[in-house]
DNA sequence: GTTTTTAATGAACACTGTTTATTACATTTG
DNA sequence: CAAATGTAATAAACAGTGTTCATTAAAAAC
C-alpha cells in the first residue's frame, strides 16, 4: 500500500509549501517581517499548522539559511574559468562581496544571526553548509599553493580562516553601518581599497 | 529662580536611573530580556514613563552603546606601556579579542546590532564612538609608521580598516557560532593561530 | 487661591512565537 | 458497510513584546 508514501510526499509538499512562503516573505519583507503569522495567511492555512511541519521558527530559518548556501555556492562556480589560481582567489573574493552586497539579509541569515545555529546546536550537527563552503575557498587556496604560491603556508585550514575572517569583517562592517563613522560617502571604494590592500598583503607572501 | 536648573537635574537623574536599570538587565539577563517592562518594574515606575524620558528602545541601546566604548577605550589604554610601536598595535589586537569574548553581548551592541545605529541615522550624525575607537587605532599605526615599519603604507584609514576588519571578521565568525563546522573543538586556538598568521602577514609589510 | 503646566500612569493597540484542547476527516479494523 | 482508530487542522489562549494616548495627580505660575 502507497498510502505512507504519499502521506510522506504530502508531507513533503506541505514543508515545502511552507518554506517557499517564507522565503518569499523573508525576501521581500525582511526577516523582521517573516512572521508565523504572516506565512500561514500567505498559505491559507492556521499558524498552528505551521508547528506541525516545522518544530518552531529557527528550524525555519535554518532551511532558509541552507538554500541560501545553494545560491552562493552556485555563484560561486563561476570563478572556475579563471585559470590562474591567485587570480581565482581574488575572484572568488569579489564574488563573495558581491553576494553580500547584493544579498544583505541572506548574508545576516548565513553568517550573522543566531537563529539557524540554534537548531544546528540542539542537533548537535557540524555546520555542513559552512564546511562545504570553507571547503571551496581551501581547495582554491590549495590550487594556489599547488602553483608555487604561497610557499611558507603550512596550514591550509589557517590561511583560509585568516582570509575568511577579513572578507566577513569587512562586509559587516559594512552591512551592520559601521562605516557611518566616515564623513565622506566612499563607503564602496573604501570596501574596494582595502580588499585591494589585503590582496597586496597576501601577494606578499609568495 | 533655579527651578528650571532642578528640574533639568531630576530629569538627567530619571534618564540615569533609568539607563543605569537597562544596563543591569542588559548584563545580568542579556539584551533580549532587557524588555522596557522588565526596566520600568525595576526602577518601580509604569513602562510609559520610559518614553517621557527616551523616545524609544533603540536610544536607550545607543546609550548602552556609548558607555561599552568608555569601557573598552579604557582597556585599550594598557597598551601604552608597550614601548615598541608594532608591539604595541599587537597589544591592541590582544586587548580587542580579549574585550570581545569577555563581553560577547557588549561587543554585539557596538559592532553588530541595528538598533542603536538607526538612533544616530535618525539624527543624521556621524558614528562618534567609533571614529574616537577608530582614532586610537590610526594613531598606533601612525606610530608603527613614525618608528619606520609599514613603510610601503601611503594610506593609514586603509590600513586601519583592513587591520580592523580581520579582527572583527575572526572575532563575529567566533562569537555568532560559525566556527562549529570545525569538527574539534579549538576555537581558542584557532583565534590564537589565525592572529598570529595575521601579524606575520603585517609584519612581511614593513 | 485659582489657573496652568507638567509628570506619571492604566489601559489599550497591534504585534510576536508557541501550546493545547477540540473538531473534522481519512484510514484501518471487525 | 459500520464502528473504531489515527491524524491533520484549527480556534483560542498564553505569555510576552514595543509603543501610544487619554486621564489623573501634583507641582509651578499667576
Not at 503569522?37 to 492556521?46: F, K, L, P
Not at 541560501?68 to 574559468?81: C, D, G, L, N, R
Not at 553548509?129 to 599553493?145: A, E, N, W
Request: glycine fraction near 4%; proline fraction near 2%; include cysteine.
Amino acid at each position: 500500500m502507497g498510502i505512507t508514501e504519499r502521506k510522506e510526499r504530502e508531507r513533503e509538499e506541505m514543508r515545502d509549501l511552507i518554506l517557499q512562503a517564507a522565503r518569499k516573505l523573508f525576501l521581500t519583507q525582511g526577516y523582521e517581517k517573516m512572521s508565523i503569522r504572516g506565512i500561514a495567511e500567505a498559505i491559507e492555512y492556521s499558524p498552528a499548522t505551521i508547528y506541525l511541519y516545522y518544530k518552531d521558527k529557527n528550524e525555519l530559518f535554518f532551511s532558509l539559511h541552507k538554500d541560501a548556501f545553494q545560491k552562493m555556492m552556485a555563484e560561486f562556480s563561476v570563478v572556475a574559468a579563471v585559470t590562474d589560481p591567485f587570480e581565482r582567489l581574488v575572484a572568488l573574493g569579489r564574488q563573495y562581496i558581491k553576494f553580500a552586497i547584493e544579498n544583505p539579509e541572506l548574508y545576516d541569515l548565513m553568517f550573522i544571526m543566531e537563529a539557524p545555529m540554534e537548531t544546528l546546536a540542539c542537533r548537535e550537527e557540524v555546520w555542513e553548509d559552512g564546511q562545504t563552503s570553507f571547503g571551496f575557498l581551501k581547495i582554491v587556496i590549495g590550487d594556489c599553493i599547488n602553483a608555487g604560491y604561497f610557499k611558507n603556508t603550512e596550514d591550509i585550514e589557517n590561511s583560509s580562516l585568516t582570509i575568511w575572517s577579513f572578507m566577513h569583517g569587512l562586509i559587516t562592517i559594512y552591512l551592520k553601518k559601521r562605516m557611518s563613522m566616515f564623513e565622506d560617502n566612499r563607503e564602496m571604494e573604501r570596501i574596494e581599497e582595502s580588499f585591494k590592500l589585503f590582496v597586496e598583503m597576501i601577494k606578499c607572501r609568495f
